[in-house]
């Protein structure tokens, strides 16, 4: 298996160029957790996967809470489905708040501040309110909790991690927190075996074929918890060595359907990119030296290799796209990407209001 075969196949898993689904929670479901760091990409990241991807579909699907956003792997934001978010976070959040402990310590949040925040969580949110965070800080000032510096961050992420709180829906561009319980209704508890299972199986299917470190980068467990995952679903896994490294995937995936395809306007942290420790199969060798704009800014995708960045410009009714590719592109590779731009364009509406 070539570099070129693991791009083209990891495409096709992640379905950007085929059976593209109708719904967000779709997308979501099938991919476990998308980095939803930020937001508006990540939005854009759904609709890549969907059928006839509209902003406002998923804008609606999170005012819904079909899907949810919260602090669930490495730890950053990530998309999660409601029947997923509890397992997850009971999987993933102890090492978390292990990785975290320093930064507790350094900003002085003892348990007995995270205690006393959370029961003010409770008593402004519940009843179905969902604030912005200046509420939150008012109401933690109120209590005399100070939020300077990291504090608030802490604070909130660590309720997200005890299952207190998550994303609610949208205050015109302002992003809201609610109660969890009133999110996600309660879901049948999963053993720790179990949930890596889970994790690990959905991972190496969606994203696949990837590697050990691949899965351990992604969700921020060990190579341990992945073995046994994998020992777990040895019958629904397959794997493929080349160059000496093993690689992981779904054990019915169809080398003959994956192909090269056309051109993406990828969003930032998009899943084709972010999910692998080792990024080299869908970079060019020439390109491998622009690794910090190819992880920190949007990118073009043109035949499963990234040849460029681009950025973009949302106006109340109109999108301005630039292109950044860092060689000169063939007509046909222009082509492809001025249809991706067009996509783009068509998910954002012809009247935006963002």
């Not at 956003?69 to 102890?94: E, G, K, N, Y």
């Not at 009133?182 to 299972?197: F, H, L, S, V």
Request: with cysteine; charged share 25%; proline share 4%.
């Amino acid at each position: 298996m070539t570099e070129p075969d693991i791009a083209k196949l990891r495409v096709y898993n992640q379905r950007l160029n085929h059976d593209k689904f109708k719904k967000p929670e779709d997308v979501v479901g099938y991919m476990c957790a998308m980095q939803a760091q930020e937001y508006a990409h990540a939005k854009w990241a759904i609709g890549l996967r969907m059928l006839s991807p509209a902003d406002d579909i998923i804008e609606k699907a999170m005012t819904a809470g079909t899907i949810l956003r919260t602090h669930v792997l490495r730890p950053t934001w990530h998309f999660v489905l409601p029947q997923d978010i509890r397992w997850m976070l009971s999987l993933t959040a102890p090492r978390i708040n292990a990785g975290n402990a320093a930064m507790y310590k350094k900003q002085e949040v003892t348990d007995a501040i995270f205690n006393k925040s959370f029961d003010v969580f409770i008593k402004a949110m519940q009843g179905g309110k969902q604030l912005i965070r200046a509420e939150i800080v008012t109401a933690l000032h109120e209590a005399g909790i100070a939020t300077n510096d990291l504090r608030l961050t802490i604070l909130l992420m660590k309720a997200e991690l005890e299952q207190l709180i998550c994303s609610g829906p949208r205050q015109g561009k302002q992003l809201t927190y609610a109660l969890l319980d009133e999110r996600a209704p309660a879901t049948p508890a999963k053993d720790r075996d179990d949930a890596i299972a889970s994790l690990v199986l959905r991972y190496f299917v969606s994203h696949g074929p990837a590697t050990v470190n691949d899965f351990v980068h992604w969700s921020g467990l060990t190579v341990a918890d992945a073995k046994i995952g994998i020992d777990i679903n040895k019958d629904r896994l397959n794997n493929i060595t080349s160059n000496g490294i093993t690689y992981w995937m779904n054990a019915d995936a169809d080398f003959g359907a994956a192909k090269k395809s056309g051109a993406y306007l990828l969003p930032v942290y998009d899943e084709i990119l972010i999910a692998y420790k080792n990024r080299d199969a869908m970079v060019p060798a020439r390109f491998r030296d622009k690794m910090g704009a190819i992880t920190f800014f949007p990118t073009i995708m043109v035949n499963n290799q990234v040849v460029g960045n681009w950025s973009r410009n949302i106006g109340k009714k109109s999108v301005d796209i630039e292109l950044k590719p860092f060689d000169t592109l063939s007509q046909a590779q222009n082509q492809a990407v001025e249809m991706a731009a067009l996509r783009f364009k068509k998910f954002n509406g012809p009247y935006i209001k963002h």
